[in-house]
């Protein structure tokens, strides 16, 4: 079946540096990759909509600025949280749809997550 | 905010019951989906149910699908401690816009089997 890894699966950061999480769909090509936070015990929170060769569409409440999406290649989305304070430690997770999906709906595959903690 | 809400928050049972979770949602839907994750882990998609369907089987999992009330629920028969994850569901939400694939979950179920 369809892959999606991320990379890295954690991270432990100081408060104020950049922390890059890498999103590869590694059997498909995604056209479109999503990016979640999920708090612990808590739902994921769709953050902002990546779409390869364009600019992210982010959700109400989120900072572009602060998190930086960029999907250069159909394979490859990568999220920046930028000057990362404690507050942002959560549960990333992206997920990829098919290019060759269409129409289907199911056809998004979650990657692993990536586990950010800020000191 | 998010869309769907599940109820219960956490639920514990013994291997071979049947056990049911319940969602709801706020604005209309094309589809409704339940995934399953692992403690610190991804999602990994258990089954979808489109806005005309009343019911849906796969396995060991049955999704209905009330519209009406904008709920569904998820029943596990015959539960297996493997089954012990948090269960979500996740909607469209068509009214926010026309990409494909924009998922709005809930805030999930923990379910606990025990052996």
């Known amino acids: 079946g369809a892959v999606v890894s991320q990379h890295p699966s954690w991270v432990i950061c100081k408060s104020g540096t950049s922390v890059k999480i890498e999103c590869r769909s590694l059997?498909?090509?995604?056209?479109?990759m999503f990016w979640y936070r999920q708090f612990p015990k808590q739902s994921l929170m769709l953050m902002a909509t990546?779409?390869?060769?364009?600019?992210?569409?982010?959700e109400q409440g989120v900072e572009k600025d602060k998190f930086l999406i960029n999907h250069a290649s159909l394979t490859l989305s990568t999220l920046t949280v930028t000057s990362a304070h404690p507050e942002d430690s959560s549960f990333y997770i992206c997920s990829a749809r098919d290019r060759a999906s269409g129409g289907r709906i199911d056809t998004q595959y979650f990657g692993p997550g990536t586990r950010l903690t800020v000191l | 905010s998010q869309q769907g809400e599940e109820d219960p928050q956490a639920l514990s049972i013994q291997e071979g019951e049947n056990a049911t979770m319940n969602c709801s949602y706020k604005t209309s839907i094309n589809n409704l989906q339940w995934y399953r994750q692992n403690s610190g882990r991804g999602l990994v998609h258990l089954i979808l149910?489109?806005?005309?369907?009343r019911e849906k089987h796969s396995g060991r999992l049955r999704v209905t699908l009330d519209t009406s009330k904008k709920s569904s629920s998820l029943l596990i028969t015959a539960s297996r401690a493997a089954d012990t994850a948090s269960y979500f569901c996740a909607t469209d939400a068509p009214d926010r816009g026309s990409t494909l694939g924009r998922l709005y979950f809930g805030r999930g179920t923990q379910l606990t089997v025990w052996p």
């Open positions: 059997d498909f090509q995604a056209t479109t």
């Open positions: 990546s779409n390869e060769g364009s600019k992210a569409t982010y």
């Open positions: 149910i489109r806005s005309n369907e």
